[in-house]
């Protein structure tokens, strides 16, 4: 039994249904169901005896007490967390609550429990913290990509809040021996993203005939990872990392935003042509750029590969090609998930600028 916590949003989803198809051991799943949480994530695995889903918050020190005595999982995936550096730019406070001083409870927890098992299953028992690699801060046009020794330099109030809690597990690893791994992804993306981020916005609205709202020059770059490669490196990483040990989890695709842009509106002039015979390149619109935007990631993830055989399977031709497909192939998901709790949050932290959602 494992505990995975954030397993109704993006990432967190992907892993729960990868974890679920790739054995036989169940996971409880901790979500607190905001508007990035969604439950129709979940579909295919409802009513499957080995996912139990709990509604709740990591914030919550008596549901985390109970869940982990009446479960005794050998493992937590931490991967609650606020995430989209504009809707933290908005509101930084629900950042600081649930990146900072939840998993402060979370760690806490875990702690207790740990402290607690038997000999066997104390030294068996993980706490994997997915992280980011806006951690480190920005990078210029030819400085080499963040390795897992680079200085924590965050610019935005999610970077900020998720550097703190990494330092956190960190502390909570060499104060009290809690035997962690930390993960620092790039750019995720794939089936189940929300619209807010910028591949599946680019979808979306090309699909909707709206501008596709790009920001600045568009010349961010990003490294892109295909979020079931994620998955992959998380499972490895649980089963063989040392500990105390951060991995960054990179899919050596650096590219940037425009490309992106681009190569999205090429499948779908190819997959999904416009009745008018246009390309979807012709909604493109060039918008303000975000404040503090950070000019490049790229992460150099040749230490997971080094010391656990790891590396992406998907490229990012191949990769981008399903994630297009996907939203092509489910337009009720996407119909449902800019409904209800989203939209609403949509409108209200929007609702001045509403073209700022384009981000990576």
């Known amino acids: 039994m494992i505990l995975v916590t954030g397993g109704a949003g993006f990432i967190g989803a992907n892993f729960v249904l990868d974890w679920i198809a790739n054995g036989d051991e169940p996971v409880v799943n901790l979500d607190k169901l905001t508007y990035a949480g969604n439950l129709h994530n979940l579909d295919s695995v409802q ?12 914030g919550d020190t008596a549901l985390l007490e109970r869940l982990l005595a009446e479960h005794q999982p050998r493992a937590i995936v931490n991967f609650a967390a606020e995430s989209h550096v504009d809707r933290s730019i908005h509101g930084p406070e629900d950042f600081i609550q649930t990146n900072v001083v939840g998993t402060f409870r ?6 207790q429990y740990w402290q607690a098992l038997p000999a066997i299953k ?18 210029s046009a030819t400085d080499p990509a963040f390795s897992e020794d680079n200085r924590y330099e965050p610019n935005s109030p999610y970077s900020a809040s998720k550097a703190a809690s990494d330092h956190l597990v960190r502390a909570w690893h060499h104060t009290y ?6 993960t620092n992804c790039s750019n995720n993306y794939g089936p189940l993203h929300f619209p807010e981020k910028l591949i599946p916005l680019m979808i979306v609205n090309a699909l909707a005939g709206k501008n596709l709202p790009v920001y600045g020059d568009g010349m961010q770059v990003r490294d892109w990872l295909y979020v079931r490669d994620h998955c992959s490196a998380i499972r490895r990483v ?28 090429a499948l779908l002039d190819e997959l999904r042509p416009r009745a008018d015979g246009q390309s979807y390149k012709t909604q493109i619109a060039y918008v303000t750029d975000r404040p503090g935007h950070d000019r490049r990631y790229a992460i150099d993830a040749r230490k997971i590969e080094r010391e656990l055989g790891w590396k992406p399977a998907e490229t990012f031709d191949t990769g981008i090609r399903k994630t297009v497909q996907w939203y092509l192939d489910n337009p ?19 609702q001045a600028d509403p073209v700022a959602k384009a981000v990576a």
């Open 106 to 111: 979370l760690l806490e927890a875990a702690r």
């Open 238 to 265: 649980l089963e063989a990392g040392r500990l105390g040990e951060t991995y960054n989890v990179g899919g050596w695709n650096e590219k940037p935003n425009i490309e992106i842009v681009n190569t999205v509106c």
């Open 47 to 58: 009513g499957n005896p080995r996912h139990i889903f709990v509604q709740g918050d990591i």
């Open 177 to 182: 021996g809690l035997p962690v791994l930390t």
């Open 122 to 139: 104390k030294e068996a028992f993980r706490f994997l913290h997915v992280s980011t690699d806006e951690v480190y801060g920005t990078l």
């Open 332 to 350: 009720e998901w996407v119909a449902q998930v800019q409904s209800g709790a989203y939209r609403e949050w949509v409108q209200k932290q929007y």
